[in-house]
């Protein structure tokens, strides 16, 4: 393994604490339309498959969802002990300003997961261009690379101060 | 951890990954891009080929020759982002799942001819970019519900077409 991804966290940091956001309709996971989301069976499924892979990198995940953009805001806002976000914004990929408003004001770096490519809809994603990193059409496979890949940028210490 | 401690099978996929006009100097910037690709496909247990150009065409024939070993595609089209629509017929040529790759989100959004025709993406995370959309493909590339290119169930996708979230 390379240094870059270490078996557990720099002794003289804080252990990374990352939030798994999943936004509308995202509840429904497995119920919905296997061509798009494929054979995952439900969201707790996801994310318990998000938090086992956090603590294999040495991370804290805490998972978060709802339907109301307004409880995703709130988090946000309370959210001050997390180093970086990631989130699926289910639906309000093309119109939820209040939750990328409330991104920048949180001024952590978040990254954009969605489980299909949006942009073969010919459409723009909100979120994009206040993201630190945008991943789309890996299913749910795009959430452990994202996390993996979060991890190792953590690691390097591009991002944050401590 | 070994990244092969995410995969739930062992096949040494063959994944090409394809840097395009005015990458060097980004990929310069963070060090030995060739080797951490080596290190990360080790850990994955698959084989990865790495080739850059300044010139479309040589990437065309480089994809041309690769495609019948190849088993996907991670591509960062640099300069031809834009305005490279003879990469992007090669790529869809290929019949192979393909990831477009960029150091960072200012390089995607609007401009980018690719998105809208490629499998998946991965961008923003600077050389982790490549890290996260590798281990992403490889993951699909193992379930025969998506990538796998056995796979011949309804979901899978392992020729490449992106499915219309309209359709």
New interface residues.
């Given amino acids: 393994?390379?240094a870059?991804?270490s078996?557990s966290p720099n002794t003289e940091t804080k252990r990374w604490k990352i939030a798994l956001l999943n936004g509308l309709n995202m509840t429904s996971l497995g119920q919905r339309d296997?061509?798009?989301y494929?054979?995952i069976g439900s969201l707790q499924e996801l994310e318990d498959l998000v938090s086992d892979?956090g603590a294999?990198?040495g991370v804290d995940i805490v998972a978060f969802h709802s339907n109301h953009e307004g409880d995703l805001v709130d988090f946000i806002e309370a959210a001050t002990d997390i180093d970086a976000f990631m989130i699926n914004p289910g639906g309000l990929w093309r119109f939820g300003e209040p939750t990328n408003i409330a991104f920048e004001q949180a001024g952590k770096p978040f990254?954009e997961v969605h489980f299909?490519?949006?942009?073969?809809?010919?459409d723009?994603s909100v979120y994009?261009?206040s993201?630190?990193?945008?991943?789309?059409?890996?299913?749910h496979?795009?959430y452990?690379?994202?996390l993996?890949?979060?991890v190792?940028?953590l690691n390097q210490g591009?991002l944050c101060s401590h | 951890?070994?990244?092969s401690?995410?995969r739930n099978n062992d096949t040494s996929w063959r994944i090409v990954v394809l840097n395009g006009p005015n990458t060097t100097a980004a990929i310069n910037s963070i060090g030995n891009l060739n080797e951490?690709l080596k290190?990360?496909a080790k850990?994955l247990g698959v084989e990865i080929d790495h080739f850059q150009s300044n010139h479309e065409g040589k990437i065309l024939e480089y994809i041309h020759a690769a495609v019948p070993t190849a088993t996907g595609f991670l591509v960062n089209p640099g300069g031809l982002t834009s305005v490279g629509e003879s990469l992007r017929h090669a790529l869809k040529d290929s019949a192979r799942p393909v990831?477009e790759i960029h150091f960072d989100?200012?390089e995607?959004?609007?401009q980018?001819i690719f998105?809208?025709?490629?499998?998946?993406?991965?961008?923003?995370?600077?050389q982790?970019?490549y890290?996260?959309?590798?281990?992403?493909?490889v993951?699909?590339l193992d379930?025969l519900?998506?990538l796998h290119p056995d796979g011949n169930s309804?979901?899978n996708r392992s020729h490449g077409t992106?499915?219309?979230?309209?359709v």
């Fill in positions: 393994m390379n870059t991804i078996d296997k061509n798009v494929g054979t892979t294999k990198l990254v299909a490519n949006i942009y073969a809809t010919g723009k994009t261009d993201a630190l990193a945008t991943t789309m059409g890996f299913r496979y795009g452990l690379g994202s993996v890949a979060l190792a940028e591009l | 951890m070994k990244l401690d995410l951490l290190e990360w850990s990831a989100n200012a995607l959004g609007s980018s998105s809208p025709s490629v499998t998946s993406i991965f961008s923003g995370l600077h982790f970019s890290l996260g959309g590798l281990v992403s493909l993951l699909a379930d519900d998506f309804a979901t992106p499915k219309s979230l309209f």
